[in-house]
């Protein structure tokens, strides 16, 4: 991983290399899933209990504007979208209980997906739309090590992480679930580990220039953007892989 500063040009994904200001969301959230890209991108779920709040953005018009509620509230939870109107919200928390429920939106409405196996929260997930997508890591009632892939219809289970974390993040867009990478998390105490998955296995190829949880991803496993997170406090830092 290398750290991004000012407008140094490090590669040609990433040009210029810094970040402006958007428009704000017309509401707060938290914890909540997202995907999509910078033109076409959608945030769902969220805040400290559960909200069913669906947010689309449109990059032409740097604006955002309400989606169709999600089924079902929850925060906590993750998911994968090539664009608004293409995604899928995954488990998470609803109250105090963890989901296995997953849902898929069109557009304009949610409607209900395939279920996971394992109920869980604090985990992350990535993929190129609601039939491609993969779930790794999170709290069912420890640290998880589990992965599980989805092909539109049912999840099943895929390798397990070289280690069992929460609150790490994933990038995998464009994609597919054979070009994942998982970075950072908490286990015992943060971690920096990066490893990356072939829809089979994990296998750890680099490390964050600190260890760090609740950060966000993007990408693919050649090709990465890790941003924020917490080494004890929040950092601003964003690396590239």
């Not at 959230?29 to 959608?42: N, P």
């Not at 491609?132 to 640290?143: E, I, L, Q, Y």
């Not at 054979?178 to 105490?189: K, R, T, V």
């Not at 072939?198 to 890790?226: E, F, H, Q, R, V």
């Amino acid at each position: 991983m290398r750290s991004i500063s000012g407008n140094t040009v490090i590669n040609a994904y990433f040009s210029p290399e810094a970040f402006s200001a958007g428009a704000d969301m017309t509401t707060g959230l938290v914890t909540a899933g997202s995907g999509g890209t910078m033109a076409d991108g959608i945030v769902f779920g969220g805040n400290n209990s559960g909200v069913t709040t669906t947010l689309e953005y449109d990059g032409s018009a740097d604006s955002w504007s309400s989606g169709g509620a999600l089924s079902t509230a929850r925060w906590d939870t993750t998911g994968a979208a090539s664009s608004s109107s293409d995604a899928i919200c995954v488990g998470g928390i609803s109250g105090t209980t963890k989901l296995t429920s997953s849902e898929e939106y069109n557009g304009s409405a949610w409607g209900a997906g395939g279920a996971i196996a394992t109920a869980r929260g604090a985990f992350c997930g990535a993929g190129g739309n609601s039939s491609d997508a993969f779930v790794a890591g999170g709290f069912p009632s420890g640290n998880s090590a589990v992965t599980e892939n989805y092909n539109g219809s049912s999840w099943s289970t895929g390798g397990s992480l070289a280690t069992a974390t929460r609150a790490g993040s994933v990038s995998g867009s464009n994609g597919v679930t054979s070009a994942g990478m998982c970075g950072g998390g908490y286990a015992s105490s943060n971690v920096a580990t990066c490893q990356t998955y072939n829809a089979t296995s994990w296998s750890i190829t680099d490390s964050l220039s600190a260890a760090k949880y609740a950060l966000s991803m993007c990408g693919s496993s050649s090709n990465s953007l890790a941003t924020g997170g917490n080494t004890g406090s929040t950092v601003s830092t964003a690396e590239v892989y």
